[in-house]
T-cell receptor, first 114, second 116 residues
Framework: GAGVSQSPSNKVTEKGKDVELRCDPI?????LYWYRQSLGQGLEFLIY????????KSGLPSDRFSAERTGGSVSTLTIQRTQQEDSAVYLC????????????FGPGTRLTVT | AQKITQTQPGMFVQEKEAVTLDCTYD???????LFWYKQPSSGEMIFLIY??????QNATEGRYSLNFQKARKSANLVISASQLGDSAMYFC?????????????FGTGTSLTVIP
């Protein structure tokens, strides 16, 4: 079956531009997560969505970052006025409510801000 | 305080030997889940093994086992009979709460190199 997909796989943008990163979770998964992974580092939680509940935005590093999830499925992470320190791999993961075991990760979007 | 601590930034193991990757966690929630993921150089995150806080026995999945010591709040990953393909980054993670949808916390990872 189809896994989590993310687009684009690579994005190069100029400092100050806005970018949108897309995540298509596995069909039926109610939970969706966004993480950031800088080169050689661990995963930094950004935001998660669970069903129709208000998202947990506690990990967003600044107000330049926002995310939405439409219809409980596709999610878009938007970074406004990108900075060089935003360069990283952005990973999306989804998880079913039950069984509450693992997250299924997408391949990630590599963002490079020049 | 860090929710997940992995104190070994890098580990080496001889092919066919066993290796233990350390992970300690911090939570006051009685219900939680512990996970290990593998991230090869290609970048994808691969789920390896899961341990629930109420599970009585240590989880095992093929060559992977999780040494769960609840009182010490440790969840070490043991890889038996290491293979060259095991060379990768390994991340320990925790989910607090009884159902998916609660935040996952990841450690900083351990880079494992298997030596032929």
């Amino acid at each position: 079956g189809a896994g989590v997909s993310q687009s684009p796989s690579n994005k190069v943008t100029e400092k100050g531009k806005d970018v949108e990163l897309r995540c298509d979770p596995i069909s039926g998964h109610t939970a969706l997560y966004w993480y950031r992974q800088s080169l050689g580092q661990g995963l930094e939680f950004l935001i998660y969505f669970q069903g129709n509940s208000a998202p947990d935005k506690s990990g967003l590093p600044s107000d330049r970052f926002s995310a939405e999830r439409t219809g409980g499925s596709v999610s878009t992470l938007t970074i406004q006025r990108t900075q060089q320190e935003d360069s990283a791999v952005y990973l999306c993961a989804s998880s079913p409510t039950l069984p509450a075991y693992e997250q299924y990760f997408g391949p990630g979007t590599r963002l490079t801000v020049t | 305080a860090q929710k997940i601590t992995q104190t070994q930034p890098g580990m080496f193991v001889q092919e066919k030997e066993a290796v233990t990757l350390d992970c300690t966690y911090d939570t006051s929630d009685p219900s939680y889940g512990l996970f290990w993921y593998k991230q090869p150089s290609s970048g994808e995150m691969i789920f390896l093994i899961y341990q629930g806080s109420y599970d009585q026995q240590n989880a095992t999945e093929g060559r992977y086992s999780l040494n769960f010591q609840k009182a010490r709040k440790s969840a070490n990953l043991v890889i038996s009979a290491s293979q060259l393909g095991d060379s990768a980054m390994y991340f320990c993670a925790m989910r607090e709460g009884p159902v998916a949808g609660n935040q996952f916390y990841f450690g900083t990872g351990t880079s494992l190199t298997v030596i032929p």
